[in-house]
């Protein structure tokens, strides 16, 4: 494998999942919010009522998953997608059986822990994150000050 493809590969696969993720999750907030892309065997979903525990669940997924997608705000959206799984998790599947496989949570759990990845990661360098905020981040850094609370994505 080529030397200069291979460093890029790390950042080319952080940014296959990010957008892989946020368009996989995506599809759960158009199935509340719209009622499409529906298994033939499962019922139609009602609409959310506005500002529901449902509701703000399929605006997260929505909402939240374009901008995964788009890799903008991207730590601050995985950290309410991640605890927004959590919650999901505890409140629907655990209450089943304690073990994912069983209860049917994987997914919630694997959404979980790829979106605490992203909180801690960020949207990588193919992001826009990175196109908007990196200029001021790699500013701060440069100043000695300022350099234990910079942030870099």
């Known amino acids: 494998m080529h030397t200069r493809f291979r460093s890029h590969l790390p950042n080319i696969a952080l940014t296959l999942l990010r957008v892989v993720t946020g368009l996989m999750f995506m599809q759960h907030g158009a199935q ?3 009622g499409v892309l529906l298994a033939p065997n499962m019922p139609a979903m009602p609409t959310p009522e506005p500002f529901t525990q449902f509701w703000f669940a399929a605006a997260l997924e929505l909402v939240g998953g374009g901008l995964i997608v788009a890799g903008l705000f991207t730590r601050v959206v995985a950290f309410l ?3 927004e799984m959590a919650v999901a998790y505890f409140q629907v599947h655990a209450p089943r ?3 994912p496989i069983v209860n ?3 997914l919630a759990v694997l959404y979980c ?3 605490l990845a992203f909180a801690a990661i960020g949207g990588g360098r193919y992001s826009l994150d990175r196109l ?3 200029r001021r981040h790699e500013t701060l850094a440069k ?3 300022t350099t234990p609370f910079a942030r870099t994505f």
């Open 132 to 134: 908007f905020f990196h």
């Open 32 to 34: 509340k919010f719209f």
């Open 81 to 83: 997608l991640c605890g």
């Open 97 to 99: 059986s304690p073990f």
């Open 113 to 115: 822990f790829v979106f």
């Open 143 to 145: 100043t000695p000050e």
């Open 104 to 106: 049917q949570g994987e």
